[in-house]
T-cell receptor, first 116, second 113 residues
Framework: NAGVTQTPKFQVLKTGQSMTLQCAQDMNHNSMYWYRQDPGMGLRLIYYSASEGTTDKGEVPNGYNVSRLNKREFSLRLESAAPSQTSVYFC???????????????FGEGSWLTVV | QKEVEQDPGPLSVPEGAIVSLNCTYSNSAFQYFMWYRQYSRKGPELLMYTYSSGNKEDGRFTAQVDKSSKYISLFIRDSQPSDSATYLCAMRGLTGTASKLTFGTGTRLQVTL
């Protein structure tokens, strides 16, 4: 029972390099999310996809792009990495994007990204 | 000022102690309140979820919401070393900008033998 799987787990990038974080969920969820977690800042939403075929900006989208490849997969791309993007990135999914329920969000195990 | 404030800790307690973890918030539109537990090098996992005011109990864990004071708490009874983790509060409203799930920064808890 994999849940939310994200790769890679660790990555070191040089400033200006690009990379893509991959995420897949096997729970048949409609909604998927990318968060970053920084000390003293908590979890902040970068982008989300309420349903297959849609993507929307979250709280901190600058410097990132996303692709909802299909219902299972949601990738996050850093086109030109900057040291400010050093963070832990979490992919997450939920059955629906709704406030009208408990709507549990399930998180992956995280990707540690360092930009030097 | 952040919408959700949470003491970062660390909070260190002996095994068997009662632990109280707290968050305050400023947005009166928040209706759903959650507590997530995050072990080191892992993703957050949902621990408790409550709607509006009141208490909810699940085993050793009790979540309490006081909307009049904009204050939520998580109590852990008979704390165990396995409870050592970071606890994140999260909350959301029904519509508009409040419908976005907003997290606290987390409180790190250490339960010692």
């Amino acid at each position: 029972n994999a849940g939310v799987t994200q790769t890679p787990k660790f990555q070191v990038l040089k400033t200006g390099q690009s990379m893509t974080l991959q995420c897949a969920q096997d729970m048949n969820h409609n909604s998927m999310y990318w968060y970053r977690q920084d000390p003293g800042m908590g979890l902040r939403l970068i982008y989300y996809s309420a349903s297959e075929g849609t993507t929307d900006k979250g709280e901190v989208p600058n410097g990132y792009n996303v692709s909802r490849l299909n219902k299972r997969e949601f990738s996050l791309r850093l086109e030109s990495a900057a040291p400010s993007q050093t963070s832990v990135y979490f992919c997450a999914s939920s059955e629906i994007y709704s406030s009208y329920s408990g709507n549990t969000i399930y998180f992956g195990e995280g990707s540690w990204l360092t930009v030097v | 000022q952040k919408e959700v404030e949470q003491d970062p800790g660390p909070l260190s307690v002996p095994e068997g102690a009662i632990v109280s973890l707290n968050c305050t918030y400023s947005n009166s539109a928040f209706q759903y309140f959650m507590w997530y537990r995050q072990y080191s090098r892992k993703g957050p996992e949902l621990l408790m979820y409550t709607y509006s005011s009141g208490n909810k109990e699940d085993g050793r864990f009790t979540a309490q919401v006081d909307k009049s004071s904009k204050y939520i708490s998580l109590f852990i009874r008979d704390s165990q070393p396995s409870d050592s983790a970071t606890y994140l509060c999260a909350m959301r409203g029904l519509t508009g900008t409040a419908s976005k799930l907003t997290f606290g920064t987390g409180t790190r808890l250490q339960v010692t033998l």
